[in-house]
């Protein structure tokens, strides 16, 4: 059997995807991942998607975009997708041992923020810890709270929570900064921030439930000392789930998917949506739109055929 669509990824870029298309009778199969959601999952309370105006827990929304998916036919399958045949159509998409068949694909794996790595970062991630200002800065009001990085993404996180903190401390491993001199300069000027360059974060402090700070250690002479903050966010990166395409869609120089008309990727009959894409906002709210685009897409496209 040969599907009409396939929809890789799980997060409101995936799930949106799947509503519409089932909607327009595509009659969607949707590989979830066995961790599906997205990284959502991880978000405690999402106050900034419209529609919620108590706002509502991250996977709380994440079940509830599912359902409405599956209300309309979209078929969810919890498993990950391993490779994908894009040499000709229809298309194959590998998950362990099986295989299916698609005239057409929509890429929307997401993207990861990444993490340090280090001593309690699963205890505190989205109790403390969080990758995302816009998202979780509102819930550190009135809190002293760090920002681990040193680039344009650390800039502007820092910048931005100083709208609701009274102090934010730049940690930065080295004495320079990635960051390009404007954005450094506009945060070297914000009487909010605080820095403590050449050093790194070892482990988080606190028991679950309870952040308190980070352990620092000096890149110059190995001195370690206990920082105490009520948050941090970690502006280290992100990087696109993209592994698994094998390199036979055009990327940009960070690995993100790239839209060559419209939707589309560089191969036709293939789209993408939400963060795996999306370099600049990250936000649900624009990965679901992304979602909602690159099924009119596919369905168009279709058609045409």
Same mark, same amino acid.
Request: glycine share 12%; proline share 3%.
């Given at each position: 059997?040969?599907?009409?669509?396939?929809?890789?990824?799980?997060?409101?870029?995936?799930?949106?995807?799947?509503?519409?298309?089932?909607?327009?009778?595509?009659?969607?199969?949707?590989?979830?991942?066995?961790?599906?959601?997205?990284?959502?999952?991880?978000?405690?309370?999402?106050?900034?998607?419209?529609?919620?105006?108590?706002?509502?827990?991250?996977?709380?929304?994440? &079940?509830? /975009? %599912? =359902?409405?998916?599956?209300?309309?036919?979209?078929?969810? *399958?919890? $498993?990950? #997708?391993?490779?994908?045949?894009?040499?000709?159509?229809?298309?194959?998409?590998?998950?362990?041992?099986?295989?299916?068949?698609?005239?057409?694909?929509?890429?929307?794996?997401?993207?990861?923020?990444?993490?340090?790595?280090?001593?309690?970062?699963?205890?505190?991630?989205?109790?403390?810890?969080?990758?995302?200002?816009?998202?979780?800065?509102?819930?550190?009001?009135?809190?002293?709270?760090?920002?681990?990085?040193?680039?344009?993404?650390?800039?502007?996180?820092?910048?931005?929570?100083?709208?609701?903190?009274?102090?934010?401390?730049?940690?930065?491993?080295?004495?320079?900064?990635?960051?390009?001199?404007? &954005?450094? /300069? %506009? =945060?070297?000027?914000?009487?909010?921030?605080?820095?403590? *360059?050449? $050093?790194? #974060?070892?482990?988080?402090?606190?028991?679950?439930?309870?952040?308190?700070?980070?352990?620092?250690?000096?890149?110059?002479?190995?001195?370690?000392?206990?920082?105490?903050?009520?948050?941090?966010?970690?502006?280290?990166?992100?990087?696109?789930?993209?592994?698994?395409?094998?390199?036979?869609?055009?990327?940009?120089?960070?690995?993100?998917?790239?839209?060559?008309?419209?939707?589309?990727?560089?191969?036709?009959?293939?789209?993408?949506?939400?963060?795996?894409?999306?370099?600049?906002?990250?936000?649900?709210?624009?990965?679901?739109?992304?979602?909602?685009?690159?099924?009119?897409?596919?369905?168009?496209?279709?058609?045409?055929?």
């Amino acid at each position: 059997m040969v599907e009409k669509l396939i929809i890789i990824g799980s997060g409101p870029a995936g799930y949106t995807a799947g509503l519409y298309a089932s909607r327009a009778l595509l009659e969607p199969l949707l590989f979830a991942g066995y961790a599906s959601g997205g990284q959502l999952m991880l978000t405690s309370d999402v106050e900034n998607y419209p529609g919620y105006p108590e706002g509502i827990q991250g996977p709380e929304m994440m &079940m509830q /975009l %599912r =359902a409405q998916a599956e209300r309309f036919g979209t078929r969810i *399958l919890d $498993r990950n #997708v391993d490779s994908v045949d894009l040499s000709h159509r229809p298309f194959g998409v590998i998950s362990g041992d099986e295989s299916w068949q698609a005239e057409t694909l929509i890429i929307a794996a997401g993207a990861e923020a990444i993490w340090l790595g280090v001593e309690n970062e699963e205890v505190h991630k989205g109790r403390g810890i969080s990758t995302c200002a816009t998202c979780d800065g509102a819930f550190f009001r009135d809190k002293e709270v760090m920002v681990v990085g040193g680039g344009d993404s650390a800039m502007e996180e820092a910048t931005f929570l100083t709208r609701f903190c009274p102090k934010v401390t730049i940690v930065h491993r080295r004495e320079g900064l990635r960051a390009s001199q404007i &954005m450094g /300069l %506009r =945060a070297r000027d914000n009487p909010r921030i605080a820095w403590k *360059l050449n $050093r790194t #974060v070892t482990g988080w402090l606190g028991a679950e439930g309870d952040f308190r700070g980070a352990r620092l250690r000096s890149t110059v002479d190995d001195s370690e000392e206990d920082f105490t903050c009520e948050g941090a966010f970690i502006a280290i990166g992100h990087k696109p789930i993209t592994s698994f395409l094998g390199g036979q869609l055009e990327t940009d120089a960070s690995g993100y998917l790239l839209w060559k008309q419209h939707s589309m990727t560089s191969v036709k009959g293939v789209f993408a949506a939400g963060d795996v894409v999306d370099t600049r906002y990250r936000q649900a709210v624009t990965a679901a739109g992304m979602g909602c685009m690159a099924a009119i897409d596919a369905e168009r496209w279709l058609e045409a055929q």
